[in-house]
């Protein structure tokens, strides 16, 4: 167990087996997960753990405050009177959006604590609808068509690229085998067995560039 002193130092209790319901390990895996939610590491990008969003509000977990950039989380204002027989009735249920930073204190937040759910969410599902409506305007077939297009020149241009490879490889392989007779009656500087691995070396060359034109025609067809 933990202490505090009066001069803020911390002390540790000895560990008595019995009283451990958890591991030290599980124990220091939830403080970790309870560190990257703090609201303190939301603008440092530490805070890795997602949030909850589960909630009867539509951007539980999801909106955040506008002063310290905190998530919003859900609460419920409920108005309430006694009435003359002594019953405590309760009306108009009011839901709204409030600060965790704020709530928790873990942030300097200087903006309102709470964020009325029904003016918070109209200005979302406005912003929702223009960008819905700016997409119907889109011509998305043309759009496509124009990517296939760019992306059909960029392979064209690899094929040439690969061709011109294939080319020289060719080239060479014949310059090879052309040297074989030479070699092999002694009127060569290299002895048949380089010319036989330089050879093989060249036809894996041309048989893995013929594979590579062959994959991106392919892609085209």
Known sequence: MRYRTEKGDEIFSKQIPELIIVSEEEWKTVQEIREKKNPKNYKTNEASIPMSTKGSLLL???????????????TTFVNKYKAASGEIIKYNQ??????????????????QATFSSKKVERQVLE??????????TIDFQSQIESIKQNVSNEEEEKIKKLQSILEGHYDELAALNAEVPKAIMGKSAFNPEMFNNLIKKK???IQETSED????????S
């Not at 955040?64 to 989380?73: A, V, W």
């Not at 009011?94 to 903006?111: A, H, I, M, P, V």
């Not at 034109?213 to 085209?220: V, Y």
């Open 203 to 205: 036809d894996n060359e």
């Open 60 to 74: 539980t977990g999801i909106a955040r405050c506008g002063c310290c950039n905190s998530r919003l989380t859900s």
């Open 213 to 220: 034109i062959k994959g991106i025609e392919k892609l085209l």
């Open 127 to 136: 912003r929702v609808d223009i960008y819905l409506s700016q997409l119907s």
């Open 94 to 111: 009011n839901k709204s959006y409030r600060c965790s930073g704020k709530l928790q204190g873990k942030t300097d937040c200087n903006g």
